[in-house]
């Protein structure tokens, strides 16, 4: 929000330098980012807590003058000579500017021209160079005249970056007088946080100062209103009977406020309007748009005016009857910017019997908008529901200033103000008269809170003691109105707010304004009041920082994305032979974006969304995250939010060699040694994997996890049906998603360790032939039983499979590791364990010893 301060200073005294007064608005909340000097000098101090940008204007370099005559150039028809007066003496100046062109040979000017003017040495922008670049006026000849000062345009002063004409200042500009005196300012861009919207305007700003500083407030354009009101009595039709207001749902447009002006003529505002409305970030129309752009910065208030002779056309020569309801699904509206939108059917529109009028809250459609033609004006000023307009705007890809307000929340009680406010500048500006009365649909005011506050209350919360009475005083500073009792305060919030809640909410919202107003930098450093609560043990998240350190150690990154997607881009991982079930999921009522509508069912959905936009630059890749899942449980219920853990790699498995130039890709055994590193990390027993076929994965190459006959999970490579829905690259991508709850189950909370032995252990390979059918970890398993305590490692290190063993046979070589705790076995103990095995594994599985 850009503020120029003397627009603020017409609500509120300001004693404060530029410099204090951002420090003031910054400790309250309102933090000023930068300040932009269109003038004013910088305040002197030792040292600047701001960012300061823009030009200063030396008092006697630049000045008001005056133009009494426009001459044409001996030399160059689009250059003028210009008899100016600056207050001192008569000067002929030279410029090129195309707005004096119609003055050009007129001779001496009726009514002279005030301009801002540039003496030789001013320092000032150079006007035909892009940015900001500097430069001092010198004497030199163009076309054969000589120059030496110049009439300025606002890019060359800093005020905008209009360069193609000069500043043509009011008739009331006094010549001579110091530029600065006259027209300099200084902008106090401020960054306005969501739930303060109310500040989004000047009498926001000023509001907040008043409390800080203790200065009266003076009220927006009171006289004007007046005068205004008094117009409206002396003469014209009412506008009772000339327009009508239906709205269709309450919740979405709580009022609807219409005002009428007839016989206006839109043409530019005064000089004055045009700068403060630049310096606050707009581009100057004409006196109508103008005038509602002006009253929206200056109250807060959007308005929008319609052209009431097009409305009339439109109603078939009715009076009109202005209608706010839903869009209905594909209906269209060419918007003011040129656009033709087609519209959702959540969206609140602005109607007549004919058909849209404009995007509520957000913009105006172009059919009734207002031009050079416009003799009389239907001013409309409304509240939205803001999570509406909200949702309109990100739908339609549309920012506004209009928007940003609405978006956030306005009061329904700035409307009326607004829209009379509206009226009273139009005519000021445009001439006209207003019609008497106004049409007022107000179907659902907002209840103001009114909340009990007590000095025990801010004391706890804030530290600070504080009285009833001095409660009140604070509270009362922003507009709250208060009455005290012996413990305690009243507080009903003003009609001017929609961030105060009610209860609890509204006490800890009146605190936070208490603390601002009583300034943060006030309240003592203290101790906590309360002891600390004892620690408890959190085996859940115990467990997660144990899975997360174990990845790590293998190599893996961590990732952390959105827990919101939408319906298609999970149904990507169905499987190939699934038919098309739709899931049931958490919806969003105000996404932020179409993608990111519902809550995630898949956590590894949300990793192969990452391995998408990272598989083109990075190789190999080995992601993992952990994160909620959120599982539908009933109409208005909570849901159910397991953590799950997902895994995935794709890449190569080592980097370029001169002895392997293309290295192999990661599969489906590269994870799973991954995983039962990780498993056997926290400890969990009698895993086993077995064969499935399930979900996205390939048959062939996928397992489950188990430990003890309870699933952990399942993993295996992405079967191709799947990786085509995805952009992953040609390198097979392996996956695994685990129920983090069933891991916790199954972990140990404490589990044996022995000691390292100090005797040399036994080392051997056996390998046998088994059917093709039988799991090499069932084989495993029983060589594990029948060792014992001796047999303290086990490693698959072989399978093979030819016509030397048979068609269905498999051959599978172990390592095998003996060792004792308490001696060195010698070769006739080892053999023991030996043939055990393997008279264990002929009579239980039918294998034979390979020899």
Request: with cysteine; glycine share 8%; aromatic share 6%.
């Amino acid at each position: 929000m850009k503020i120029p301060l003397s627009w603020l200073k017409e609500y509120i005294d300001i004693e404060l330098n530029l410099e204090e007064l951002a420090r003031t608005l910054t400790l309250a909340g309102l933090e000023v980012e930068e300040i932009r000097l269109a003038g004013l000098p910088k305040p002197a101090a030792d040292r600047y807590m701001f960012k300061y940008t823009g030009l200063s204007w030396d008092r006697e370099h630049f000045v008001v003058a005056q133009i009494d005559e426009v001459m044409p150039h001996p030399n160059a028809d689009r250059l003028t000579l210009c008899r100016l007066n600056d207050g001192q003496q008569e000067l002929i100046v030279l410029t090129g500017a195309p707005n004096l062109f119609e003055y050009k040979g007129a001779g001496p000017l009726a009514r002279p021209l005030k301009v801002a003017y540039a003496r030789e040495g001013a320092t000032l922008y150079d006007g035909h160079q892009p940015g900001e670049v500097l430069t001092t006026l010198k004497r030199v000849k163009i076309r054969g005249v000589e120059s030496f000062s110049m009439v300025c345009s606002e890019k060359e002063l800093g005020i905008s970056e209009e360069h193609e004409g000069i500043i043509l200042l009011d008739a009331d500009a006094p010549t001579g007088m110091p530029l600065v005196d006259y027209l300099g300012d200084a902008v106090l861009v401020i960054s306005i946080l969501p739930n303060m919207i109310r500040n989004a305007s000047v009498i926001g700003v000023a509001r907040e100062l008043s409390a800080l500083t203790g200065k009266p407030l003076r009220q927006p354009g009171a006289g004007l209103l007046e005068a205004a009101r008094l117009a409206a009595l002396t003469g014209g039709e009412p506008i009772d009977g000339k327009a009508a207001v239906q709205i269709t749902e309450a919740e979405l447009n709580p009022r609807f406020v219409l005002g009428l002006i007839r016989g206006v003529e839109p043409r530019p505002s005064p000089y004055r309007v045009q700068h403060r409305l630049r310096l606050a970030g707009m581009r100057p129309i004409n006196s109508i748009v103008d005038a509602t752009n002006y009253v929206m910065l200056e109250t807060g208030e959007p308005l929008h005016a319609f052209d009431y002779d097009v409305l009339i056309r439109r109603a078939g020569g009715k009076p009109p009857t202005i209608i706010t309801r839903r869009a209905q699904k594909g209906e269209k509206l060419t918007t003011l910017d040129g656009v033709e939108r087609t519209l959702d059917d959540f969206t609140i529109l602005v109607t007549d019997t004919a058909g849209p009028l404009s995007l509520a809250g957000v913009m105006g459609g172009m059919e009734s908008e207002v031009t050079e033609n416009t003799r009389n004006v239907l001013l409309e000023g409304a509240s939205w529901n803001f999570v509406n307009i909200r949702r309109t705007a990100f739908s339609q890809r549309l920012s506004s200033e209009a928007g940003y307000r609405f978006s956030r929340g306005v009061h329904p009680a700035l409307a009326e103000i607004g829209v009379m406010l509206g009226l009273a500048r139009m005519a000021a500006w445009s001439g006209g008269q207003i019609a008497p009365g106004l049409v007022d649909a107000y179907p659902l005011p907002p209840v103001d809170p009114i909340i009990s506050l007590s000095p025990a209350d801010v004391r706890r919360i804030l530290g600070i003691n504080l009285s009833p009475e001095e409660i009140a005083a604070l509270l009362e500073r922003l507009g709250f109105t208060c009455r005290t009792t012996e413990n305690a305060v009243l507080v009903q919030t003003p009609p001017h707010r929609l961030d105060i809640s009610e209860g609890s909410m509204g006490k800890a919202d009146l605190l936070e304004e208490i603390a601002r107003i009583y300034g943060y930098e006030r309240i003592p450093a203290a101790r906590l009041a309360e002891p600390l609560p004892p620690p408890r043990p959190t085996p859940d998240l115990q467990l997660e920082a144990r899975v997360r350190e174990g990845l790590a150690r293998l190599g893996l990154q961590e990732i952390v994305s959105y827990r919101m997607t939408t319906p298609e881009r999970e149904a990507r991982l169905a499987a190939p032979d699934a038919p098309a079930e739709p899931q049931a999921y958490i919806r969003l009522l105000n996404p932020i974006t179409p993608e990111r509508s519902v809550m995630r069912r898949s956590l590894l959905s949300s990793v192969l969304d990452a391995a998408e936009r990272n598989l083109r630059v990075r190789d190999p890749l080995m992601l993992f995250e952990i994160g909620p899942v959120f599982l539908p449980t009933g109409e208005g219920q909570l849901p159910e939010e397991p953590q799950r853990l997902a895994i995935l790699f794709s890449g190569s498995a080592g980097l370029p060699a001169w002895d392997q130039p293309a290295p192999r890709k990661l599969d489906f055994y590269d994870l799973k040694g991954a995983l039962e590193s990780l498993l056997e990390r926290l400890h969990i027993p009698a895993l086993a994997f077995e064969p499935a076929a399930e979900g996205p994965y390939h048959p062939g190459k996928c397992a489950l996890i188990t430990s003890g006959g309870q699933r952990l999970g399942i993993f295996g490579e992405l079967h191709p049906l799947v990786k085509e829905r995805f952009d992953l690259g040609p390198a097979p991508v392996v996956c695994a998603e685990l129920e983090l709850s069933a891991l916790l189950a199954a972990a140990p909370a404490r589990f044996e360790t022995a000691s390292v032995s100090s005797y040399p252990p036994v080392l051997e390979d056996i390998a046998v032939v088994v059917d093709e059918s039988l799991p090499a970890e069932q084989v495993a398993a029983l060589i594990r039983q029948t060792g014992g305590r001796l047999l303290v490692g086990l490693r698959l290190f072989d399978v093979f499979r030819g016509e030397q063993i048979g068609a269905g046979k498999k051959s599978l070589a172990y390592a095998l590791t003996y060792q004792a705790p308490d001696h060195t076995l010698n070769e006739k103990e080892a053999a023991q364990i030996r043939q055990r095995i393997i008279r264990r594994l002929e009579q239980e599985l039918g294998a034979k010893l390979r020899g």
